[in-house]
């Protein structure tokens, strides 16, 4: 007789670009249909990324209620869970985490899971979420993180059981990634042949320390006129960001290019990829994919990025807030082309041995197996 495969219901804010947004795109497709019956529930609108679930065969809905909606959000999720009875719900984001463990209780679901793809928290988290947090507790199987680093967060600040606490690494699919060199990308944004790339893939927000970014590209020019950089990505931060650029001299250093549905094609013409975020930084995919094309990578030592990065072998950590120490090591990498090629490559090798979507999809596999099945 053949098992009845298990019932997924991974339950976020929405599926705008981000890392933990792409993780849940990812993922769902990837668990084997013979065991699983994956589905994912947008709380809010759909985001740019939700149509990569249609495109997949996962099944998805955004109800399109707002943070101050949530009797109508919760109604809906319980009505959901009762129509598909899922054997275990997953949510990640404040809001998702809250309405769809309490719909999950209410619907009668076996299990809850909450997926910790953060490091900390950017606002004070308030006098009620704690509240609920606790009282959420003792209907949630497991709290799921990203890296090790984020354990002791999760049990001194957030105050989840230690036992309940499973990590899995976030993975990319190395096949995905060309790790040639390849500048058309780009040669279309008006960089010459002969620059050096140095870029950044992250969204435009204060977190990820544009500032730094931008304040060490203003250093390694000095020396290196001919560096060239690339921020891709969006957010609200983007206005600020141009005016940092105009501000600082950097017109025509720096290019904005936005989202782009090319990052690969972007990552095959960067010499050096960077972060500089100063705080929750957790298990970047920006950077997993960054090693997965074989670039060397300088980024700040925040949350799980020691975890990636291999200090010398596959890229350089340097402190957060540190504009002089991260544009030094810029220009290590872009002045020795064989080792850049070397960390690059190792890199890439790491990507395959230790964090790849395969590996990363069946971490996930035996962990909803074991909530569920226990």
């Not at 509240?131 to 002791?152: C, E, I, M, P």
């Not at 990319?172 to 780009?186: L, S, W």
Request: charged share 25%; hydrophobic share 45%; aromatic share 4%.
């Amino acid at each position: 007789m053949t098992p009845t495969p298990i019932r997924v219901l991974y339950v976020v804010p929405d599926l705008r670009v981000g890392g933990a947004e792409r993780h849940v795109t990812t993922l769902l497709p990837r668990l084997d249909r013979t065991r699983f019956e994956p589905a994912a529930v947008c709380i809010g609108e759909e985001g740019a990324l939700f149509g990569d679930l249609a495109d997949a065969g996962v099944p998805a809905r955004a109800l399109g209620y707002r943070k101050r909606q949530a009797v109508p959000a919760l109604r809906a999720l319980v009505r959901i869970m009762r129509e598909q009875r899922p054997h275990v719900v997953i949510t990640r984001g404040y809001n998702a985490e809250a309405l769809g463990r309490i719909a999950a209780r209410l619907a009668g679901v076996p299990a809850s899971v909450v997926w910790v793809h953060n490091h900390g928290d950017i606002e004070p988290r308030g006098r009620i979420r704690p509240l609920v947090d606790r009282l959420l507790d003792r209907g949630t199987a497991a709290y799921f993180g990203v890296a090790r680093a984020q354990v002791r967060y999760m049990v001194r600040d957030l105050h989840y059981p230690e036992a309940k606490i499973r990590v899995i690494h976030n993975g990319v699919d190395p096949a995905a990634f060309d790790p040639a060199d390849d500048r058309r990308a780009a040669a279309e944004l008006g960089v010459a042949q002969g620059d050096a790339v140095v870029g950044i893939v992250a969204a435009l927000r204060p977190e990820k320390d544009h500032d730094t970014f931008l304040a060490a590209a203003k250093l390694v020019v000095r020396e290196l006129p001919t560096a060239k950089f690339l921020i891709v990505g969006d957010g609200p931060a983007r206005a600020e960001i141009e005016s940092r650029i105009t501000e600082s001299g950097l017109t025509g250093y720096v290019l904005l290019t936005g989202s782009r549905p090319d990052v690969a094609d972007l990552l095959r013409a960067m010499d050096v990829v960077v972060l500089s975020s100063h705080s929750v930084e957790c298990f970047p995919m920006a950077l997993l994919e960054a090693m997965a094309a074989g670039r060397a990578a300088v980024c700040t030592a925040v949350g799980g990025v020691p975890e990636l990065v291999v200090e010398g072998e596959t890229g350089y950590l340097v402190p957060p807030r540190d504009p002089e120490r991260l544009a030094r090591r810029v220009l290590d990498v872009l002045a020795d082309p064989e080792a850049r090629k070397r960390m690059g490559s190792a890199a890439r090798d790491r990507v395959h041995t230790e964090f790849s979507l395969q590996a990363s999809t069946a971490a996930a596999e035996r962990a909803l197996e074991e909530v569920v099945l226990r």
